[in-house]
Each structure stands twice: as structure tokens, then as C-alpha cells.
T-cell receptor
Framework: NAGVTQTPKFQVLKTGQSMTLQCAQD?????MSWYRQDPGMGLRLIHY???????DQGEVPNGYNVSRSTTEDFPLRLLSAAPSQTSVYFC????????????FGQGTRLTVV | AQSVTQLGSHVSVSEGALVLLRCNYS??????LFWYVQYPNQGLQLLLK??????LVKGINGFEAEFKKSETSFHLTKPSAHMSDAAEYFC???????????????FGRGTSLIVHP
């Protein structure tokens, strides 16, 4: 049982490059979300989805896009990477509104130079 | 909007001593409350949660937390610290009607627990 799988685990980008962080879950969870973790800032919500075809913005959405074409996958796209996007990114999923325990991936450590 | 405040970015205790990590929340509707733990270079995992019912909730590894509505608090405790408890701890709140009508949780800034031998 894989749970929540994020790829890649590490990535270095040059300023202006674009890339997609992948997130997949095999638990048939409706809710999926992306957070970034920065020292002293905790986890801040970037985007989230409450089901396939439905996405919404979180606290820090600028510079990121998401889509949810299937229940399993929730990729995060960086459109034009900036040094301020250097961070550790976590994908999380939960079954439903009533059962809100979040399951997290192992994270993607992104450095933008 | 919902929010979480964790008092103290670092807490240092001796092995065998009481652990107390503080969390206060703000929510305009009845909240769900969580504590998560993060070990180095790993994702977060759930320690315990409060949804409804008994206000004292027990979690894994001997941790427990008490929901106090009047104080808007959800402090995490453990009677006796172990070296393996050294980690980052996050308090989180979620509620219907917040975050655009979903239960997506909002996290605190985290508290690093340091355990001395």
C-alpha cells in the first residue's frame, strides 16, 4: 500500500524554468492538497481539491497551477520558477470532509538558483 | 478565517520529564483539531485528533491532548519524554465553512521538541 507518492524527491531549477511536481494517492481519497514548508513558517496551503475536476486556491497560490483530472493524481506546476519558491513541498490527501485525517507524502525539496 | 498559534518554536526537556506543547486556535465554527509529528526528512504523520465527543484524546506513542473550548486550546502532553520523541510537532485546525467551504486544515508554525539525555 503506497499511500501518497511524490516525485521527484529533490530538484534544482534555474530561475525562469518550469516544472511539475507529481503527487499520486492510491487510497481513493477525495481531498488532496499541496503545502509548502519553510523554516519558521509551518505549512502553508498552496492549492487544494475536493474532488476530480474541482480545485481552489489556498493561502499562497501565486506562481503555481494545479489540475485534478483523476481522483488519484494532483500535479503542481511551477510556471516560471523564482528563488522565492525554494522550499519543501508536501502533498496530502484525506478521505472526505467527515474523515479529515491527512496523509502526507515524503516531500519534494526544491531549490531554485 | 481559521488560524493556529503554537507557543514556542523550540521546547527543550530532559528525558523522563513532562512534555507540554501549546496550541491555541481560532475558528468561527466548531473545529476539528489535530497534532502531527514530523521526523527529519520525512512527511507528517498523525499523532491524534479531536472531532467531537470526549475532549481528552489519546494518540500514538503515549501522547494525549485536551480540547478546551473556553480557552480555545488544544495542548499536547506526554508524561515522560523519550529520546525518540525529538521531532517537529504541528498543531492543525479544520472546519466546515473555512477554507472556502472545505475541511482543508490550517497548520501552525511548528514546535521543535528537543530531548536531552
Amino acid at each position: 500500500n503506497a499511500g501518497v507518492t511524490q516525485t521527484p524527491k529533490f530538484q534544482v531549477l534555474k530561475t525562469g524554468q518550469s516544472m511539475t511536481l507529481q503527487c499520486a494517492q492510491d487510497m481513493n481519497h477525495e481531498y488532496m492538497s499541496w503545502y509548502r514548508q519553510d523554516p519558521g513558517m509551518g505549512l502553508r496551503l498552496i492549492h487544494y481539491s475536493v474532488g476530480a475536476g474541482i480545485t481552489d486556491q489556498g493561502e499562497v497560490p501565486n506562481g503555481y497551477n494545479v489540475s485534478r483530472s483523476t481522483t488519484e493524481d494532483f500535479p503542481l506546476r511551477l510556471l516560471s520558477a523564482a528563488p522565492s519558491q525554494t522550499s519543501v513541498y508536501f502533498c496530502a490527501s484525506s478521505y472526505s470532509a467527515e474523515n479529515t485525517e491527512a496523509f502526507f507524502g515524503q516531500g519534494t525539496r526544491l531549490t531554485v538558483v | 478565517a481559521q488560524s493556529v498559534t503554537q507557543l514556542g518554536s523550540h521546547v527543550s526537556v530532559s528525558e523522563g520529564a513532562l512534555v507540554l506543547l501549546r496550541c491555541n486556535y481560532s475558528s468561527s465554527v466548531p473545529p476539528y483539531l489535530f497534532w502531527y509529528v514530523q521526523y527529519p526528512n520525512q512527511g507528517l504523520q498523525l499523532l491524534l485528533k479531536y472531532t467531537t465527543g470526549a475532549t481528552l484524546v489519546k494518540g500514538i506513542n503515549g501522547f494525549e491532548a485536551e480540547f478546551k473550548k473556553s480557552e480555545t486550546s488544544f495542548h499536547l502532553t506526554k508524561p515522560s519524554a523519550h529520546m525518540s520523541d525529538a521531532a517537529e510537532y504541528f498543531c492543525a485546525v479544520s472546519a466546515l465553512g473555512e477554507s472556502g467551504g472545505s475541511y482543508i486544515p490550517t497548520f501552525g508554525r511548528g514546535t521543535s521538541l528537543i530531548v536531552h539525555p
